[in-house]
């Protein structure tokens, strides 16, 4: 079996024959060796490899690789003279399993743009960047989990095609088998939903909170982790089509609560990824986001500071900047203000509270104010916005009151209104946007470049 790189990269030398198998990265010949970089994913950094060219019968071998070819070597790990590494393979044999043909392969030893490896995303995660974004998007997956296992907190795993809109926002993606060529349209001259393969109009989810719901209302603490999706016509850096969210559900639970784990979760997933991917977060502190690695611990050290939205948009107001989007009470507020707030008020992250409830979604409990509920957006220095949370409306009157104040069918909201008819409890959840918060640990600007395979407006490739 093969070794991993990245284990013999922190290994003795060892006179014992080992593998390696990875894809190379350069080639450099000297008189009378041939060096390679090779690298198979399991470390930033690739093996160094010293082939004995002399041997006749291996050069048609080596003549094979270029850059991206597909090796396998077996050799001893020795002491290495070089400055960069402490061991390398003085190899014995080369074995080339697929060549890379250098008239071809579009990925050189060079730094490509991101908009370009975005239009090779079959090739991309050959590169140094792509492959960290990866390792850390897995590390990240991992310490979510933990999180919450180590908690008592039961991953749910709510549906994929849903009948309701959750954000109440109308951005949802249809799934339907009718033919579109031929809709079948009722006496009204609708739609007919009726014959579609739920019997009713189905979509895929915007997020899974009012499912997790009904199980942290049996179950107390819950979470989902999973593709949400939205027909949002934003062609932004911090907005996808499909992306992942990460959303806990609390029951006996109230604002209060749902903010001391919002930042306790997220000061735990930063650390921790620090501490499994030191060497990554090292090449995203040099290369991509000064000092990144650095500001991430000292995010962890320090409280977020809190501010209701009331006094966040006294702070916008009197800012000495002209906003593209002016503020008064009652806006919503936009990157830039999250920006502002997050840049120049707090230096750091701050946890916005209580918005109006014009701005916010129908199952946000109202304050007594009667003009703002019980929300909680959770705002980063660069991005804005990474989590969005509430305490839920448990009061069934109010409940019902929202759904039809805001225009909302209350017929499809049946099961959600009966668990403020039995057993009600103050709850609490929030939606962690993955991608958003891999982008913050990152640094990396586009949200495109950390989800593997990026769904946007007018794109869907791979
Ligand atoms: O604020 P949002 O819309 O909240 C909800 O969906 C709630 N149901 C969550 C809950 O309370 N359980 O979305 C939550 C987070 C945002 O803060 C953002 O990080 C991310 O999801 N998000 C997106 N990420 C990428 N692309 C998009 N189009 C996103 N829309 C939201
Ligand atoms: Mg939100």
Redesign the pocket.
């Known amino acids: 079996m093969a070794q991993r790189i990245s284990h013999l990269l922190q290994a003795d030398p060892s006179d014992t024959l080992i593998t390696v198998e990875g894809w190379v990265r350069t080639k450099r010949d000297s008189k009378n060796f041939c060096f390679f970089e090779l690298n198979d994913g399991s470390s930033l950094k690739n093996l160094q490899i010293v082939l004995d060219k002399t041997t006749e019968d291996i050069s048609e071998e080596i003549d094979r690789v270029s850059t991206g070819a597909s090796v396998v070597f077996t050799g001893i790990l020795v002491e290495s003279p070089g400055k960069n590494q402490s061991v390398e393979l003085q190899a014995k044999s080369i074995e080339v399993l697929g060549e890379a043909p250098a008239e071809s392969y579009p990925l050189q030893k060079k730094r490509h743009s991101f908009e370009f490896l975005r239009e090779i995303a079959h090739l991309r995660p050959r590169t140094n960047t792509l492959g960290a974004v990866a390792r850390v998007r897995n590390a990240m997956s991992m310490a979510i989990h933990n999180f919450f296992q180590e908690r008592g907190f039961l991953y749910i795993h709510t549906p994929i095609i849903s009948a309701s809109d959750?954000?109440g926002a109308g951005e949802m993606f249809q799934v339907t088998t009718l033919p579109l060529d031929a809709v079948p349209k009722n006496e009204a001259g609708r739609v007919d939903y009726a014959r579609d393969f739920f019997g009713k109009q189905a979509n895929l989810t915007?997020?899974g909170?009012l499912e997790a719901e009904i199980y942290a209302l049996a179950l107390k603490n819950v979470y989902t982790f999973g593709p949400t999706f939205?027909a949002?016509n934003?062609n932004t850096s911090?907005?996808?089509a499909e992306?992942w969210?990460i959303?806990p559900e609390m029951a006996f639970c109230t604002l209060e609560g749902d903010m001391r784990v919002a930042e306790d979760f997220l000061k735990s997933v930063f650390a921790e990824v620090l501490r499994v991917c030191t060497e990554d977060m090292e090449f995203f502190s040099k290369w991509v986001e000064k000092g990144i690695a650095e500001s991430l611990q000292s995010i962890v050290e320090k409280p977020f500071v809190h501010m209701p939205y009331t006094d966040a948009v006294r702070e916008l107001q009197k800012a000495p900047v002209t906003f593209d989007y002016p503020v008064s009470w009652g806006v919503d507020l936009q990157s830039e203000h999250e920006k502002y707030l997050t840049e120049q008020v707090c230096n750091g992250p701050v946890i916005v509270t209580d918005y109006p409830r014009e701005i916010k979604a129908f199952y946000m409990k109202l304050n007594d104010d009667e003009k703002t509920v019980r929300a909680m957006d959770v705002l980063v220095p660069r991005l804005g916005?990474?989590?969005?949370?509430?305490e839920r409306e448990n009061r069934y009157d109010l409940l019902l009151d929202r759904i039809r104040t805001m225009g909302l069918n209350e017929k499809d909201y049946w099961w959600y209104l009966d668990l403020r008819r039995y057993g009600s409890v103050p709850h609490a959840?929030?939606?962690?946007?993955f991608?958003?918060v891999i982008q913050y640990v990152t640094g990396m600007q586009n949200?495109r470049d950390v989800i593997p395979f990026p769904r946007t407006v007018g794109s869907a490739e791979f």
Do not use: N, Y
Request: charged share 30%; hydrophobic share 30%; with cysteine.
């Open positions: 959750c954000e915007v997020s909170q939205r949002e934003s911090r907005h996808l992306f969210m959303e916005e990474i989590i969005g949370g509430s959840g929030f939606g962690l946007g991608e958003r949200i």
